[in-house]
């Protein structure tokens, strides 16, 4: 069973930064990753994702600019780096993983099997 965990979350002001971490418990090297988050009293909705070597990322319109999403996979680990927060971007971050090799990574959270507990961010005005 592959089990996520994220960390990184907390409250911060608008204008910063937060680095969120997901640390997955096996090898990540042939995995598709991806980051979402879900708003109280919206769905969970796609972040970005990267593909196994990197070769393709790809972020929702919102973050674009302002996110960066990174992998080691010496250590089994994603990255989201965020920076210039709002207050809309509060939300828990939930970090996915899926076996299949779609390129580029899909945005639909039906395609992803595995998932972490999620870390909220909250970010003040």
């Known amino acids: 069973q592959v089990q996520l965990v994220e960390s990184g979350g907390g409250l911060v002001q608008a204008g910063a930064a937060l680095r969120l971490s997901c640390a997955v418990s096996?090898?990540?090297?042939?995995?598709?990753m991806a980051w979402f988050r879900q708003a109280p009293g919206k769905a969970r909705e796609f972040v970005g994702g990267?593909?196994?070597?990197?070769?393709?990322?790809v972020y929702a319109e919102s973050v674009k600019g302002r996110f960066r999403i990174s992998r080691d996979n010496s250590k089994n680990t994603v990255s989201l780096q965020m920076s210039s927060l709002k207050p809309e971007d509060t939300a828990v971050y939930y970090c996915?993983?899926?076996?299949?090799?779609?390129?580029?990574?899909?945005?639909?959270?039906?395609?992803?099997?595995?998932w972490g507990q999620g870390t909220q961010v909250t970010v003040s005005p």
């Open positions: 996915a993983l899926d076996f299949r090799l779609t390129v580029p990574p899909p945005q639909s959270v039906n395609q992803y099997r595995y």
């Open positions: 096996g090898p990540i090297d042939n995995h598709l």
């Open positions: 990267i593909t196994k070597n990197a070769g393709s990322v």
